[in-house]
């Protein structure tokens, strides 16, 4: 008779996907007395019609995966599932179980099994014995539970020996085509050791042949697929290795590769090849978390500030890739003060996007095993965020987590972006006044949409700094933005014609355009822009300046 395991595919929305069900399912494919179901949803649908879709299938086995942003919701759905399957076995894996998992274990009494580590070759293994009812279920790799009597059992962690030979999990049928994006694991573990990293102490690096990383990414590429997230933590800690991979991906030039590495390690070599590569190829996330030496050390992140410091500012002069860096609030020795100056440093680099993120003491790293130590206080549910440190107070971190919103809505959104660089560069204190603003306006934890920030950066400005209207305005017009709005106000639509002399900036001008015109003086100096009528398009395809 069949066991029927059912996977809960739990996500924090439609448009990401966990690779562990594909993962799992494709080491056993072959097993046909093993039948998989699954359900899947996000965090966001009812629980009680995800528990029905569980309770009609009745399964033998419940599986899933339990991390930071869908664990609570993953919590209602079992304890309400075991309710009415009370013969059921729930088997959960993820980096929530990193850490020590008794005290989960005993709070959730309805979860039988948690699995620390790998899966790939345990997770077939325990299966079998689950099926044939033997108990040696219960001493393999990772497996933690508590036992009959009452006592937690911990059978350490499981680490795949093999990556290499494992089966891609493209090749399995539960492998989802129809995200936007698909991830490619080409390593496992890391060099470096962050502290605040569940890969920090992850040794040794287990790497997949070249060889194996272009066949799949042809695979992938003859799905349609053009976005791929390259899951190494540090794509360029082998020169040699990341310049066979830059080799491999130009030959698929409508691909964007989404690549993290580290900006401290990059060799003459590797600098080269980032300059050739075809534009629009890489997205670079560059792992900075803070412009301070004494910050990094105490996190253990391996590579010298200078280093990365050189390495940023020659990614980030590149035009053939869009270069982001990252920033970590709450890290030991980190001060507000100094978040604000290493914000706009990273700004004078000319990072496309700045990330401020809080940080999150995750299960199984050293920095929460050493919190006490650091001086760290942080919530002990999901997402385990940091609420104050000793160099941050809770409103400071509430101020990082306001900036933070600041940057993904101004500076890190394309229409806005370069106004608002512009703008943190000419004035010290504008991070300062426009974070002021919006939260005394109660907006700053406000969805809003790309013309309300345009509309609020437009009377911001005309108070607190009028010298930069005009900047925005031609931003406004830029982003096709409605010219009948305010900050569009001196912008003249009606019967214009061009001047006899102007310099082009782009575009090619044609009479069948409608023109627009941006004064800047009182003397018939300004910005043109003209519009295709017979496309209706709202963003202007000329510009042109006679200053």
């Known amino acids: 008779m069949n066991m029927k395991l059912l996977w809960i595919d739990l996500n924090s929305s439609y448009a990401h996907s966990s690779l562990a069900l594909p993962a799992l399912h494709a080491q056993m494919m072959d097993d046909t007395t093993i039948e998989w179901l699954v359900v899947s949803a996000t965090i966001n649908e009812n629980i009680g019609d995800i528990v029905r879709r569980i309770h009609t299938l009745n399964p033998d086995i419940i599986a899933s995966t339990c991390w930071l942003f869908n664990h609570e919701v993953l919590m209602h759905i079992l304890s309400r599932s075991k309710a009415l399957l009370p013969h059921c ?59 009959s009597n009452g006592m937690y059992q911990d059978n350490g962690i499981a680490r795949v020996r093999d990556f290499a030979s494992l089966i891609a999990p493209e090749e399995s049928p539960f492998f989802n085509w129809d995200k936007p994006f698909v991830q490619l694991e080409t390593t496992r573990g890391c060099f470096n050791t962050c502290a605040f990293c569940v890969s920090g102490g992850e ?23 053009r976005n791929i997230r390259m899951l190494d933590r540090t794509f360029n800690y ?130 929460r095993r050493c919190a006490n130590e650091l001086g760290i206080r942080y919530s002990p549910f999901p997402p385990y965020e940091v609420l104050a440190t000793n160099e941050m107070t809770p409103d400071d971190l509430q101020t990082a987590r306001h900036l933070s919103r600041l940057l993904d809505g101004f500076y890190n959104a394309p229409a806005w972006h370069a106004i608002t660089r512009t703008l943190l560069l000419d004035k010290p204190d504008f991070l300062h006044r426009l974070l002021t603003y919006l939260v005394e306006a109660g907006i700053i934890d406000t969805p809003l949409s790309l013309e ?39 912008v003249r639509t009606k019967h214009q014609i061009p001047p006899k002399q102007w310099t082009i900036v782009y575009g090619y001008y044609h009479e069948r355009m409608r023109l627009c015109f941006l004064p800047t003086d009182d003397f018939g100096h300004g910005y043109w822009y003209g519009f295709e009528t017979d496309i209706q398009s709202p963003k202007p395809t000329f510009k042109a300046y006679d200053l």
Request: proline share 5%; net charge negative; charged share 25%.
């Open 203 to 225: 040794k040794p690096i287990r790497t997949l042949p070249i060889e194996t990383i272009e066949r799949r990414i042809d695979n992938i590429h003859q799905h349609g697929i």
């Open 89 to 147: 076995c729930i088997v959960l894996g993820g980096p929530e179980f990193l850490g020590n998992n008794e005290e989960f274990l005993r709070r959730n009494p309805f979860i039988e099994f948690v699995f620390r580590g790998e899966g790939e070759e345990i997770f077939p293994q325990w299966l079998k014995s689950r099926q044939k009812k033997t108990d040696e279920c219960r001493k393999m790799e990772g497996f933690c539970y508590i036992d």
């Open 238 to 367: 082998n020169p040699h290795r990341a310049t066979e991979l830059f080799r491999i991906f130009q030959h698929y030039p409508d691909i964007c590769f989404h690549l993290e590495i580290h900006p401290a390690l990059l060799s003459d070599e590797l600098k080269q090849q980032f300059a050739t590569l075809p534009k629009g190829l890489l997205h670079l996330e560059a792992g900075i978390q803070s412009l301070r030496a004494s910050v990094l050390a105490k996190s253990r992140r391996i590579g010298q500030l200078e280093d990365a410091l050189t390495g940023l500012s020659y990614l980030c002069s590149l035009s053939n890739m869009e270069t982001h860096a990252d920033l970590i609030a709450g890290l030991p020795l980190y001060y507000l003060t100094e978040i604000f100056e290493d914000t706009r440093a990273l700004a004078t680099f000319g990072a496309k996007e700045i990330q401020l993120e809080s940080l999150k003491l995750l299960p199984g790293t050293e920095m």
């Open 452 to 490: 309300r920030r345009g509309l609020i950066l437009y009377e911001f400005c005309k108070v607190n700094y009028p010298d930069h209207l005009t900047s925005v305005s031609l931003a406004w017009i830029e982003a096709g933005m409605s010219l009948k709005k305010t900050p569009a106000e001196k």
